[in-house]
């Protein structure tokens, strides 16, 4: 991968994907869109990776589009680079991704982070979906996943009118998982990120965040009919029987299965 934008690292099952424009505050470009979706990309077809943290160079997380050029600092990205490389979004790839919004997350920067699965951030982060105050709408989902997450009336707030709060307000809300000093965020991400790299089969994972997104669009027999048909064929396999194993002999479990090449076809479908 070619990525000037973000920078990408494994360590212990870990990928750490970092927007990386710190003098610019991190703020959205095409290039930085195209970066993130190669990055998750890669991240969905790497066995080594078991979880994913986002995060944002510098004191910021994204301070929203760049804006210095005009409007044309609100268009995405998919088309650069290398037309081979699998895109994803994060609510797309097989993997747990944890957002570590390490500073300020206004527009985009938030929107980006409600594609997550789980979201840390700075106590003193000021968090703002500003596009009713720029004349567009908010986008990536954020009317579903914000509404869901919050309600209509919380919703309201911050989406219609826009109203800005801290990473403390937002946690209390409920749309942030925890609120911890800005200076803590990526280190409990990783916390979290490496303690299910090690304890959560790979495979498992990738079923009940598929289930878990899709439970959202979907009804409660669709996905009870899914959940019959995977359970038995789960029960079966060599990480089931290692699960039970290592619980019993009170160690780490040694998974086997790959989210590559044993991710069953039904939740292909």
């Known amino acids: 991968m070619e990525l000037t934008a973000v920078t990408y690292d494994v360590r212990d099952g870990v990928a750490i994907v970092t927007l990386n424009r710190p003098e610019q505050l991190n703020t959205w470009t095409p290039q930085l869109s195209d970066d993130l979706l190669i990055a998750m990309g890669q991240a969905d077809v790497d066995d080594a990776v078991r979880v994913v943290v986002v995060?944002?160079?510098?004191?910021?997380?994204?301070?929203?589009?760049?804006?210095?050029?005009?409007?044309?600092?609100f268009e995405a990205g998919g088309k650069m680079g290398r037309a081979d490389l699998p895109r994803k979004w994060p609510h797309q790839i097989r993997k747990p991704v944890i957002a570590a919004i390490n500073g300020h997350a206004v527009g985009v920067g938030i929107t980006y982070p409600m594609l997550c699965d789980l979201r840390i951030v700075a106590e003193s982060a000021k968090i703002q979906f500003a596009m009713t105050r720029r004349g567009i709408v908010p986008e990536l989902g954020a009317h579903f996943t914000v509404t869901r997450a919050l309600g209509f009336e919380k919703a309201t707030q911050l989406?219609?009118?826009?109203?800005?709060?801290?990473?403390?307000?937002?946690?209390?809300?409920?749309l942030i998982s925890e609120?911890?000093?800005?200076?803590?965020?990526?280190?409990?991400?990783?916390?979290?990120?490496?303690?299910?790299?090690?304890?959560?089969?790979?495979?498992?994972?990738?079923?009940?965040?598929?289930?878990?997104?899709?439970?959202?669009?979907?009804?409660?027999?669709?996905?009870?009919?899914?959940?019959?048909?995977?359970?038995?064929?789960?029960?079966?396999?060599?990480?089931?029987?290692?699960?039970?194993?290592?619980?019993?002999?009170?160690?780490?479990?040694?998974?086997?299965?790959?989210?590559?090449?044993?991710?069953?076809?039904?939740m292909e479908g």
């Open 159 to 174: 989406l219609m009118f826009a109203q800005m709060i801290s990473g403390t307000e937002a946690a209390e809300m409920g």
């Open 179 to 266: 609120a911890v000093p800005a200076e803590n965020v990526l280190d409990r991400a990783m916390e979290i990120a490496r303690e299910v790299a090690t304890n959560v089969a790979p495979v498992s994972a990738a079923i009940v965040k598929a289930l878990m997104w899709e439970s959202l669009t979907s009804s409660h027999d669709a996905i009870q009919k899914k959940e019959q048909e995977l359970f038995p064929r789960l029960i079966a396999t060599s990480d089931a029987k290692e699960g039970v194993q290592s619980f019993l002999e009170k160690r780490e479990p040694r998974w086997s299965l790959s989210v590559q090449h044993d991710y069953p076809r039904i």
């Open 55 to 73: 995060t944002g160079a510098g004191r910021a997380f994204c301070a929203g589009a760049d804006l210095s050029g005009g409007e044309g600092g």
